[in-house]
Each structure stands twice: as structure tokens, then as C-alpha cells.
């Protein structure tokens, strides 16, 4: 799952929060007693480019007006992590799309997420022989925001923020690792002391544990300790996450029961070498079989395998 699945993920988990965060002037013409339909599948047949191209990260919320009747808006926001040539032309082409589909008023929010500090497009111009169009719609620049805001917000959508701006900096090399690492447990604690819905709290820890991906394997283990330990959870499966998708962006996932039985098919000779060293490693520092093989759910004869190939000890299970 990429990042701008991520945000993707969590608009929807966290919509009044969202709404509350873009839109607090206008709240009060929502009628949020009714719920709130996100009409992705629309989205979608409406910009199959975005799908092509392996990016589909808007989203469409249909949202009721206070008053009576069947009142309606749309509300478009998309999340831009990098520089994209004509951009305004192509939030104009969205735009018209969505009108000429829905007749309905739109809004648009383009929320930046990329380490360029002035990239920031938010109006598409066009003019010829007298006919004129201008399509502007309000931005969201994260690097631009005060990081001590954010921290001492009570608006819970204000920690996506903030773990994205550290994320941000981290690819900026403005912040180190460890430094990171710290303040992202920081603000787990700080959320999981706060008394609100354990539902909501729960999902926005499990975006920041995933946003933030740490390039030093000691780092990424001492976070899940720390996630572990806030949590209060006693077994290491909290780790699982992140080696899981490891895993599976080196492509052991798909097929790797059948890869392990059959010898080890050509192609994924590369990624198994990787399973290897983490299984070994995890070993080392103390992980049952059992709980090895739980964390890349596998049975515990495809991780004795590893174990044999290696000539590894399995010792005490």
C-alpha cells in the first residue's frame, strides 16, 4: 500500500474530522445526520487515466445539505505527492467530468504532499479568440505547515498531517531517523491518551505506523517495540506489518507457498534470499518459530525450511 493509498484509506476512516479540518466554515450546511457516500466506483469510470497510470487516489463524497429534500454536493479532494506537468489543466478536465456526470456543485481540495516547497498549482487559464475560462480550487500545502500546530490540535485529521510532514522532511534529509522514530512514538502516547472513540484512534495509529517507513531495519524494530509496549501488547506480532509488505514489494507474496514446495521458481530468487536474512535475523533476536511464522503467515514447515537450508539451530520452539 502506498502513501497516497494511505491518505486515500484514512479520509474515509477519519471523514468528520476531515470535513471539520477543510471545511469549518461551511459545516454548519452539512447535514451530517445523514451519511456520507464516497462514490469512488464513479470516480474511477470517470478517470480511467488515473487507474492506468497506477495512480487513484481521489475521492468523491456526496454530502446532504441541511434543509430538507434531497440537497446535495460533491466534495473532490485528491492527494498530489509529485510534480505533474499541466497539472491545472488536468484538475479542469475532473472538474467538468464530475459537473457533466453528477450536476451537482463541487468542491475541489488538492492536498500536496511532495518535498518541493513551491509547487503549489491552483489555477487552470485558458483564453482564445474571446473565449475565456479560469478554474481555480483552494491548495493544502503540508510542508508549509507549523509542525507545533499540528502537535497541540485537537482536530484528530491534524496527525495525519503531522506524520506526513515527517515524513516529508525524512525524504528531505531534515530530519534524521531517530529523531523521527521519537516523535512519532511521542504522538501515538499523546493520541492514545486522548478520550475519544478507541475505534478512530486505533485507525489513525495503524496510518502512522504505515506512512512513515524507516530505511534502517534496527529503527523500524525499535518502533514496533515501542508500538508494542503503548499498545500493551505482549507478543511481537506487531511487527508483521512491515515485514509483510516487505515482503510482498520484493514479490514473495504472490505464489510463495507454491515457490517454497516446488523449489523456488525463477524470479523469486531474490526476494526469498531477503526472507532468509529476515527470518535469520528475527531469529536472533529471539523470535519463536511459531511467531516467525506468523508474522509472514506461512506454516511452520515453510519457516523450517529456511531454518535447514541455513543450517540454523532451531533450538528451544
Given at each position: 500500500?502506498?502513501?497516497?493509498?494511505?491518505?486515500?484509506?484514512?479520509?474515509?476512516?477519519?471523514?468528520?474530522?476531515?470535513?471539520?479540518?477543510f471545511?469549518?466554515?461551511?459545516?454548519?450546511?452539512?447535514d451530517?445526520?445523514?451519511?456520507?457516500?464516497?462514490?469512488?466506483?464513479?470516480?474511477s469510470?470517470?478517470?480511467?487515466?488515473s487507474?492506468?497510470?497506477?495512480r487513484?487516489?481521489?475521492?468523491?463524497?456526496?454530502?446532504?445539505?441541511?434543509?430538507?429534500?434531497k440537497?446535495?454536493?460533491?466534495?473532490h479532494?485528491e492527494?498530489q505527492?509529485?510534480?505533474?506537468e499541466?497539472?491545472e489543466?488536468?484538475?479542469?478536465?475532473?472538474?467538468?467530468?464530475l459537473?457533466?456526470?453528477?450536476?451537482?456543485?463541487?468542491?475541489?481540495?488538492?492536498?500536496?504532499?511532495?518535498?518541493?516547497?513551491?509547487?503549489?498549482?491552483?489555477?487552470?487559464y485558458?483564453?482564445?479568440?474571446?473565449?475565456?475560462?479560469?478554474?481555480?480550487?483552494?491548495?493544502?500545502?503540508?510542508?508549509?505547515q507549523s509542525?507545533?500546530?499540528?502537535?497541540n490540535?485537537?482536530?484528530?485529521?491534524?496527525a495525519?498531517?503531522?506524520?506526513?510532514?515527517w515524513?516529508?522532511?525524512l525524504?528531505?534529509?531534515?530530519?534524521t531517523?531517530?529523531?523521527?522514530?521519537?516523535?512519532?512514538?511521542?504522538?501515538?502516547?499523546?493520541?492514545?491518551?486522548?478520550n475519544v472513540?478507541?475505534?478512530?484512534?486505533?485507525?489513525?495509529?495503524?496510518f502512522?505506523?504505515?506512512?512513515?517507513?524507516f530505511?534502517?531495519?534496527?529503527?523500524?524494530?525499535?518502533?514496533?517495540?515501542n508500538?508494542?509496549?503503548l499498545?500493551?501488547?505482549?507478543?511481537?506480532?506487531?511487527?508483521d506489518?512491515?515485514l509483510?509488505?516487505?515482503?510482498?514489494?520484493?514479490?514473495?507474496?504472490i505464489g510463495?507457498e507454491?515457490?517454497?514446495?516446488?523449489?523456488?521458481?525463477?524470479?523469486?530468487?531474490?526476494?526469498?534470499e531477503?526472507?532468509?536474512?529476515a527470518i535469520?535475523?528475527?531469529?536472533?533476536?529471539?523470535?519463536?518459530l511459531?511467531?516467525?511464522?506468523?508474522?509472514f503467515?506461512?506454516r511452520?514447515?515453510?519457516?523450517?525450511v529456511?531454518?535447514?537450508e541455513?543450517?540454523?539451530?532451531?533450538?528451544?520452539?
Amino acid at each position: 500500500m502506498t502513501n497516497d493509498e494511505l491518505w486515500k484509506g484514512i479520509i474515509e476512516d477519519l471523514d468528520i474530522e476531515f470535513l471539520t479540518k477543510f471545511f469549518p466554515n461551511d459545516l454548519h450546511f452539512f447535514d451530517l445526520t445523514k451519511p456520507i457516500i464516497f462514490l469512488d466506483k464513479e470516480l474511477s469510470q470517470l478517470m480511467p487515466e488515473s487507474e492506468d497510470s497506477g495512480r487513484n487516489i481521489d475521492k468523491l463524497l456526496q454530502i446532504s445539505l441541511k434543509g430538507g429534500g434531497k440537497r446535495l454536493i460533491l466534495i473532490h479532494p485528491e492527494v498530489q505527492g509529485y510534480r505533474h506537468e499541466n497539472y491545472e489543466e488536468r484538475e479542469f478536465i475532473y472538474y467538468y467530468r464530475l459537473f457533466d456526470r453528477f450536476k451537482l456543485p463541487i468542491a475541489t481540495l488538492v492536498i500536496f504532499t511532495d518535498i518541493d516547497p513551491n509547487y503549489e498549482p491552483n489555477c487552470y487559464y485558458f483564453n482564445f479568440m474571446g473565449t475565456e475560462v479560469q478554474y481555480k480550487y483552494p491548495t493544502y500545502k503540508v510542508l508549509k505547515q507549523s509542525p507545533k500546530t499540528l502537535a497541540n490540535s485537537e482536530n484528530l485529521f491534524d496527525a495525519v498531517i503531522l506524520a506526513t510532514y515527517w515524513a516529508i522532511k525524512l525524504k528531505r534529509k531534515e530530519l534524521t531517523e531517530e529523531t523521527v522514530l521519537d516523535l512519532k512514538t511521542d504522538l501515538m502516547r499523546r493520541l492514545l491518551e486522548k478520550n475519544v472513540d478507541k475505534t478512530r484512534i486505533r485507525k489513525l495509529l495503524r496510518f502512522i505506523k504505515a506512512y512513515i517507513r524507516f530505511a534502517k531495519p534496527e529503527i523500524n524494530l525499535k518502533f514496533e517495540q515501542n508500538y508494542q509496549q503503548l499498545l500493551k501488547i505482549d507478543s511481537p506480532m506487531g511487527v508483521d506489518e512491515i515485514l509483510r509488505r516487505q515482503a510482498k514489494e520484493e514479490g514473495m507474496a504472490i505464489g510463495l507457498e507454491e515457490g517454497m514446495e516446488k523449489g523456488m521458481e525463477k524470479g523469486m530468487e531474490k526476494g526469498l534470499e531477503k526472507l532468509r536474512i529476515a527470518i535469520v535475523n528475527l531469529r536472533g533476536k529471539g523470535f519463536s518459530l511459531e511467531e516467525i511464522a506468523d508474522i509472514f503467515a506461512l506454516r511452520k514447515e515453510q519457516v523450517s525450511v529456511f531454518f535447514k537450508e541455513l543450517d540454523v539451530d532451531l533450538g528451544n520452539r
